[in-house]
Nanobody
Framework: QVQLVESGGGLVQAGDSLRLSCAAS?????????????MGWFRQAPGKERDFVAA????????YYAGSVKGRFTISRDNAKNTLYLQMNSLKPEDTAVYYC??????????????????WGQGTQVTVFS
């Protein structure tokens, strides 16, 4: 079992930046060692479905982005710290959502599909005002 805890959300103005973090923990190291997982970020705005934002392979060697955030957001990971990051620059009001991190044991290369993730965090709110 893996527990994921997001942090770093907040209320910012359009054009500002935020960095989200997602820390992994669990009962035993072998279970929550992030090197075993592909990781992703998803977001859900009020009244909308959960959408893919970014994903990264277990090594960090491959990354994937939704078209709406490409060039503005950067996903990265530090396996030694069991932490996933999402650097968000040039934020827009349409980026307002609850952001979730997720871990996939089945897809260590990462995935854009929420159904392929096994563990989810509780989410962190990002609100961007104009």
């Amino acid at each position: 079992q893996v527990q994921l805890v997001e942090s770093g959300g907040g209320l910012v103005q359009a054009g500002d930046s935020l960095r989200l973090s997602c820390a992994a923990s669990g009962r035993t190291r072998i279970n929550y060692d992030m090197v075993n997982y592909g990781m992703g970020w998803f977001r859900q705005a009020p009244g909308k479905e959960r959408d893919f934002v970014a994903a990264i392979s277990w090594s960090g060697g491959s990354t994937y982005y939704a078209g709406s955030v490409k060039g503005r957001f950067t996903i990265s990971r530090d396996n030694a710290k069991n932490t996933l990051y999402l650097q968000m620059n040039s934020l827009k009001p349409e980026d307002t959502a609850v952001y979730y991190c997720a871990a996939s044991l089945r897809r260590r290369i990462g995935s854009t599909e929420s159904s392929e993730y096994d563990y989810w965090g509780q989410g962190t709110q990002v609100t961007v005002f104009s």
